[in-house]
């Protein structure tokens, strides 16, 4: 069987990788191909994004006003749980927002309404946002945006966007946007993109489980023609498809069988994902085995990697989106109507950070365990008992 990758590799001549001058030849990668190459087409990239986004957005806030949980009825607590995009709530607008931060290194959300204050917040597709053209400097914020649609071009005012941000990346349109994480594996991704390709052909291919060729019979007579142009043709219904796989073809003529099987070249091609995964996640500080590495060990159960994804990775974008949307909207809101709004990460309810009795003495050595369990008083044994569902008798 062609192998499919050594081809693609062979068709690539040195100066894709190494430029003359021997500098390495990175190339700032488009809005366009972040989405389209990166977040849709690549399964890797796709679902690390999707979790942490879904995770961020899923985040219990409290919406405060002068240290206190707004009321239910406060305008702007409804606007902020309520008011995405028309008619989405506070986790799918969120989900929004740190989906294109996490793809782009920088989200845009929209301040919209007829008043000096929005009522409504609308996460714009990065892909169709471009700032005014022509800036250049560091030190100079675009005074607008241009917003494509499929309909109409809007001119938006910078001061009507709320502007999400990762490290600034001075290569992109002019000024400082953030950086997307995924500049940094771009080459990787797209050899993944390469190597599900190439997997995919030699699946689809793999419907064949061998060759029937026609030979002479022991009395020097070989297949007939009509014989032969029917076993071609039953062939070509089983050939190139794994839907084929495991199908049969009889001959009463003599004929010959060549097996077809996976190269060790195919089986390390299939086996390569592991390391796509490892890279792809590790610029996101997310742990592999949680985007299928099963090979992993670093933590000793799901619930310990799932807890680290919380305090590595969730926790600190979401206080990155907190304190620049505070920054950009609720410090305005506060200077027009003197109040005093602000966010707040709710840790008491992320239930993966918050472990039971049960549960923290079953990660202590077992020696330790029973030292524990003697300095316990009559409070702590019954706050045991309640939690695991013992009656005090049992």
């Known amino acids: 069987m062609v192998n499919l990758l050594q081809d693609k590799i062979n068709s690539v001549t040195a100066s894709t990788f190494i430029s003359l001058s021997n500098s390495l030849n990175y190339k700032i990668v488009s809005e366009s191909d972040l989405w389209d190459k990166g977040y849709t087409k690549n399964p890797i990239v796709y679902s690390v ?12 806030l409290n919406f405060l006003n002068r240290d206190e949980e707004a009321s239910e009825n406060d305008q702007y607590k409804f606007l902020f749980e309520d008011k995405w995009n028309e008619s989405y709530g506070k986790e799918e607008g969120l989900r929004l927002a ?17 008043g000096l204050i929005a009522d409504e917040l609308h996460v714009l597709p990065n892909q169709y946002v471009t700032p005014e053209t022509g800036l250049i400097s560091f030190y100079e914020t675009p ?8 309909a109409n071009r809007y001119k938006i005012p910078t001061e009507q966007l709320i502007i999400i941000r990762l490290p600034y990346n001075l290569a992109v349109k002019n000024q400082n946007d953030g950086l997307s994480p995924l500049q940094a594996v771009w080459d990787i991704v797209l050899a993944s993109n390469n190597r599900g390709e190439a997997e995919k052909e030699l699946f689809n291919n793999r419907g064949a489980a061998g060759i029937i060729s026609p030979k002479q019979n022991k009395d020097g ?23 084929k796989f495991n199908k049969i073809v009889q001959s009463m003529d003599a004929v010959d069988f060549t097996q077809i099987g996976m190269t060790s070249n195919d089986l390390q091609l299939i086996q390569s994902d592991v390391q796509h995964v490892r890279k792809i996640c590790g610029v996101y500080n997310y742990p592999s085995q949680l985007a299928g590495d099963t090979d992993a060990s670093q933590y000793a159960n799901y619930k310990e990697a799932l807890k680290s994804v919380y305090i590595d990775v969730v926790i600190p974008y979401m206080k990155l989106f907190i304190n620049q949307f505070e920054a950009q909207f609720l410090n305005e809101v506060n200077l027009l109507t003197g109040s005093d709004y602000s966010l707040m990460i709710d840790k008491s309810n ?36 309640t939690e695991i569902g013992l009656r005090n008798d049992a």
């Open 143 to 150: 005074s607008y945006y241009y917003f494509q649609d499929s």
């Open 98 to 114: 740190f989906t294109n931060l996490l793809t782009f290194g920088v989200c845009y959300i929209q301040k919209k309404g007829d």
């Open 49 to 60: 994004i999707n979790s942490i986004a879904s995770k961020c957005a899923s985040l219990p």
């Open 350 to 385: 992320i239930d993966v950070l918050n472990q039971s009795w049960s549960e923290r003495l079953t990660t202590l050595p077992q020696g330790l365990q029973g030292r524990i369990i003697e300095q316990l008083d009559d409070e702590d044994i019954t706050g045991i008992i």
């Open 221 to 243: 007579r070989g297949m007939t023609q009509q014989a032969f142009n029917w076993l071609q043709d039953k062939l070509k219904g089983l050939l190139g498809g794994a839907d």
